[in-house]
Protein backbone atom coordinates (compact mmCIF):
# COMPACT_ATOMS: atom_id res chain seq x y z
CA UNK A 1 0.00 0.00 0.00
CA UNK A 2 1.39 3.44 -0.92
CA UNK A 3 1.77 6.48 0.89
CA UNK A 4 -1.03 7.87 -1.06
CA UNK A 5 -3.54 5.24 -0.76
CA UNK A 6 -2.83 5.42 3.43
CA UNK A 7 -4.01 8.87 3.60
CA UNK A 8 -6.87 8.33 1.45
CA UNK A 9 -8.26 5.33 3.38
CA UNK A 10 -7.12 7.43 6.59
CA UNK A 11 -9.84 10.29 5.14
CA UNK A 12 -12.33 8.41 6.25
CA UNK A 13 -10.78 8.43 9.94
CA UNK A 14 -9.83 11.73 10.62
CA UNK A 15 -11.91 14.89 10.02
CA UNK A 16 -11.35 17.51 7.59
CA UNK A 17 -9.11 20.29 8.70
CA UNK A 18 -12.06 23.12 9.99
CA UNK A 19 -11.97 26.17 7.88
CA UNK A 20 -9.98 29.40 9.81
CA UNK A 21 -12.12 30.99 12.04
CA UNK A 22 -10.47 33.56 13.67
CA UNK A 23 -7.31 36.11 13.38
CA UNK A 24 -4.08 34.14 15.22
CA UNK A 25 -3.21 37.31 17.66
CA UNK A 26 -6.79 36.54 19.11
CA UNK A 27 -5.60 33.66 21.17
CA UNK A 28 -8.01 34.52 23.83
CA UNK A 29 -10.58 32.63 22.04
CA UNK A 30 -8.71 28.87 22.58
CA UNK A 31 -9.64 26.62 24.42
CA UNK A 32 -7.02 25.37 27.37
CA UNK A 33 -7.87 22.13 25.90
CA UNK A 34 -5.66 19.92 24.21
CA UNK A 35 -6.17 19.58 20.27
CA UNK A 36 -4.31 20.27 16.87
CA UNK A 37 -4.40 23.51 15.53
CA UNK A 38 -3.91 24.77 11.71
CA UNK A 39 -2.45 28.23 10.92
CA UNK A 40 -3.31 29.83 7.55
CA UNK A 41 -2.01 32.06 5.50
CA UNK A 42 -5.14 33.38 3.35
CA UNK A 43 -6.74 29.72 1.96
CA UNK A 44 -4.03 27.30 2.44
CA UNK A 45 -2.84 26.14 5.33
CA UNK A 46 0.63 26.76 6.07
CA UNK A 47 1.64 25.14 9.78
CA UNK A 48 0.16 22.50 11.54
CA UNK A 49 0.78 21.93 15.16
CA UNK A 50 -0.06 20.27 18.21
CA UNK A 51 -0.02 21.15 22.27
CA UNK A 52 -1.29 20.41 25.45
CA UNK A 53 -3.02 23.77 25.70
CA UNK A 54 -3.70 25.32 22.57
CA UNK A 55 -4.13 28.81 23.72
CA UNK A 56 -0.62 29.31 25.23
CA UNK A 57 0.68 27.84 22.58
CA UNK A 58 -0.63 30.10 20.00
CA UNK A 59 -0.20 33.26 22.28
CA UNK A 60 3.33 32.68 21.73
CA UNK A 61 3.83 30.91 18.40
CA UNK A 62 6.03 32.66 15.71
CA UNK A 63 3.70 31.85 12.92
CA UNK A 64 0.82 33.55 14.29
CA UNK A 65 0.71 36.69 12.63
CA UNK A 66 -1.95 39.67 12.68
CA UNK A 67 -2.70 38.35 9.38
CA UNK A 68 -3.16 34.67 9.76
CA UNK A 69 -5.94 32.79 10.54
CA UNK A 70 -6.09 30.04 13.29
CA UNK A 71 -8.34 26.87 13.30
CA UNK A 72 -8.43 23.99 15.80
CA UNK A 73 -10.01 19.93 16.35
CA UNK A 74 -9.91 19.47 19.98
CA UNK A 75 -8.36 16.18 20.85
CA UNK A 76 -7.16 13.70 23.94
CA UNK A 77 -3.56 14.28 25.10
CA UNK A 78 -2.83 11.11 23.67
CA UNK A 79 -4.63 11.26 20.11
CA UNK A 80 -2.62 14.78 19.31
CA UNK A 81 0.50 13.83 18.36
CA UNK A 82 -1.01 10.88 15.90
CA UNK A 83 -3.23 13.94 14.45
CA UNK A 84 -0.96 16.36 13.92
CA UNK A 85 1.58 14.02 11.95
CA UNK A 86 -1.29 12.60 9.99
CA UNK A 87 -2.39 16.05 8.82
CA UNK A 88 1.67 17.66 8.31
CA UNK A 89 1.92 14.04 6.03
CA UNK A 90 -1.70 14.46 4.19
CA UNK A 91 -1.12 18.80 3.69
CA UNK A 92 2.70 19.28 3.71
CA UNK A 93 2.86 22.54 4.96
CA UNK A 94 5.59 24.66 4.26
CA UNK A 95 6.22 25.95 7.35
CA UNK A 96 6.78 22.92 9.14
CA UNK A 97 10.08 21.56 9.21
CA UNK A 98 8.49 17.85 9.29
CA UNK A 99 7.39 17.94 6.16
CA UNK A 100 9.57 16.01 4.05
CA UNK A 101 11.07 18.45 1.29
CA UNK A 102 11.86 20.80 4.48
CA UNK A 103 13.32 17.68 6.30
CA UNK A 104 15.47 16.77 2.91
CA UNK A 105 16.62 20.32 2.82
CA UNK A 106 17.92 20.12 6.49
CA UNK A 107 19.59 17.24 6.45
CA UNK A 108 21.76 17.86 3.80
CA UNK A 109 22.20 21.87 4.38
CA UNK A 110 23.30 23.33 8.03
CA UNK A 111 23.75 26.78 7.77
CA UNK A 112 23.50 27.56 3.78
CA UNK A 113 26.67 25.29 3.71
CA UNK A 114 26.59 21.79 2.67
CA UNK A 115 27.73 19.38 5.30
CA UNK A 116 30.56 17.94 2.86
CA UNK A 117 32.36 21.99 2.99
CA UNK A 118 31.77 22.44 6.62
CA UNK A 119 33.60 18.82 7.35
CA UNK A 120 35.83 19.96 4.61
CA UNK A 121 36.73 23.19 6.26
CA UNK A 122 36.97 21.91 9.91
CA UNK A 123 39.37 19.06 8.90
CA UNK A 124 41.80 21.93 6.74
CA UNK A 125 41.57 24.39 9.98
CA UNK A 126 42.02 21.70 12.35
CA UNK A 127 44.57 19.01 11.04
CA UNK A 128 44.17 15.73 13.44
CA UNK A 129 40.54 16.06 14.30
CA UNK A 130 38.83 13.24 15.80
CA UNK A 131 35.25 11.94 14.60
CA UNK A 132 33.36 13.63 17.70
CA UNK A 133 35.38 16.50 16.60
CA UNK A 134 34.17 16.67 13.42
CA UNK A 135 30.29 16.09 14.58
CA UNK A 136 30.39 18.70 16.41
CA UNK A 137 31.74 21.69 13.74
CA UNK A 138 29.15 20.09 11.60
CA UNK A 139 25.98 20.54 13.76
CA UNK A 140 25.26 18.86 16.93
CA UNK A 141 21.87 17.31 14.79
CA UNK A 142 23.90 14.87 13.03
CA UNK A 143 24.25 11.41 14.29
CA UNK A 144 28.20 9.86 14.19
CA UNK A 145 26.74 7.34 12.21
CA UNK A 146 26.32 9.94 9.48
CA UNK A 147 29.46 11.62 10.29
CA UNK A 148 31.01 8.06 9.62
CA UNK A 149 29.16 7.97 6.17
CA UNK A 150 29.92 11.34 4.95
CA UNK A 151 33.67 10.60 6.09
CA UNK A 152 33.82 7.24 4.21
CA UNK A 153 31.80 9.32 1.04
CA UNK A 154 34.83 12.21 1.01
CA UNK A 155 37.67 10.00 1.67
CA UNK A 156 36.42 7.96 -1.39
CA UNK A 157 36.57 10.81 -3.49
CA UNK A 158 39.99 12.04 -2.29
CA UNK A 159 39.10 15.32 -0.42
CA UNK A 160 40.26 13.57 3.52
CA UNK A 161 42.64 11.09 4.59
CA UNK A 162 42.33 9.00 7.05
CA UNK A 163 45.00 7.89 10.16
CA UNK A 164 44.94 5.65 13.27
CA UNK A 165 46.96 6.56 16.22
CA UNK A 166 47.79 4.79 19.42
CA UNK A 167 47.04 7.14 22.51
CA UNK A 168 47.05 5.43 25.71
CA UNK A 169 46.64 1.72 24.64
CA UNK A 170 43.65 2.70 22.29
CA UNK A 171 43.40 3.45 18.87
CA UNK A 172 41.89 6.83 17.68
CA UNK A 173 41.57 8.19 14.24
CA UNK A 174 42.04 11.43 13.37
CA UNK A 175 41.50 13.01 9.87
CA UNK A 176 43.80 15.58 7.74
CA UNK A 177 42.71 17.71 4.60
CA UNK A 178 44.21 15.69 1.54
CA UNK A 179 42.87 18.04 -1.19
CA UNK A 180 43.21 21.79 -1.77
CA UNK A 181 39.73 21.59 -3.82
CA UNK A 182 37.01 23.26 -2.31
CA UNK A 183 33.96 21.01 -1.96
CA UNK A 184 30.79 22.02 -3.22
Known amino acids: MTAAEIYETARYFFPPPPSAEFYATDAARLPRSSGVYFI ?93 ELRKAIGWKHRSSKVRSLIERMTEWGFICEQQRQTRGRTKRTYFASSVEAVA
Open 40 to 132: YDGVSIVYVGESVCLRDRLSCHEHATQSRMVSFIECDRNQRKRLESFYIGLLNPRLNSQSTERCRIDRTKVSGKSLCRRAYEHVTSNPGCSLS
